[in-house]
Every structure is written in structure tokens, then in C-alpha cells.
């Protein structure tokens, strides 16, 4: 079965960084379009970045020129770099295969102010 996981998360000072890692198995990860959301408390989840299997790019507004998305298809891993972090930038962040139903389990970010 397709399983994604996650892991990089974890608790930071404003403006420090993260990189989140996400490791997918069950697809073939190279032909697949790949995305990273986030939902903070009490709020809808958002879509964060998306990669395509070219490499294209492509940011939600709220986070262009800090975070940079990017793959690895030898390694089935889709990252997310995370620098000058905020505390609005709280939330669980779960990795997606885009046009698939497929989600990790989400692994929590934390910035403190």
C-alpha cells in the first residue's frame, strides 16, 4: 500500500529554520506530482507548495522566497526547507501525492516567538 512519512518537524525560535522530509513508498514516486500542506489549530488545511515530476515549483503566497520544496526521485523523498520561520508557520504539516488521496501522517511544526 502507498504510505507516506514524514519527519523534520519540531519546535524553533522565529526566524530559524527547518527542513521537512518525506518519504514515500507503494507509488512510483518519479511520476508523481507532489505536494506539502499544513493545518494550523482551528484552521483549514492549506495548500503549502507544490512540485511537479519535472521539477516545477509553485508557493502558496504566505510563504514564497522562505520555503523552497524540492525532490529527490533516487531517494522517493520530497523535502520542504523552511527558513525564517514565524509563529503564524505553526502547524502539522503532511506531505501529498497531488492528484492522489495519499497523506502522511503529518509531523508538527512550532515556532516561537
Known amino acids: 500500500q502507498v504510505q507516506l512519512v514524514e519527519s523534520g518537524g519540531g519546535l524553533v525560535q522565529a526566524g530559524g529554520s527547518l527542513r521537512l522530509s518525506c518519504v514515500a513508498s507503494g507509488i512510483i514516486f518519479s511520476i508523481n506530482k507532489m505536494s506539502w500542506y499544513r493545518q494550523a489549530p482551528g484552521k483549514q488545511r492549506e495548500l503549502v507548495a507544490t512540485?511537479?515530476?519535472?521539477?516545477?515549483?509553485n508557493y502558496a503566497d504566505s510563504v514564497k522566497g522562505r520555503f523552497t520544496i524540492s525532490r529527490d526521485n533516487a531517494k522517493n523523498t520530497v523535502y520542504l526547507q523552511m527558513s525564517s520561520l514565524q509563529p503564524e508557520d505553526t502547524a502539522v504539516y503532511y506531505c501529498k501525492v497531488y492528484y492522489r488521496d495519499f497523506w502522511g501522517q503529518g509531523t508538527q511544526v512550532t515556532v516561537a516567538s
Open positions: 512540485i511537479t515530476t519535472g521539477g516545477a515549483t
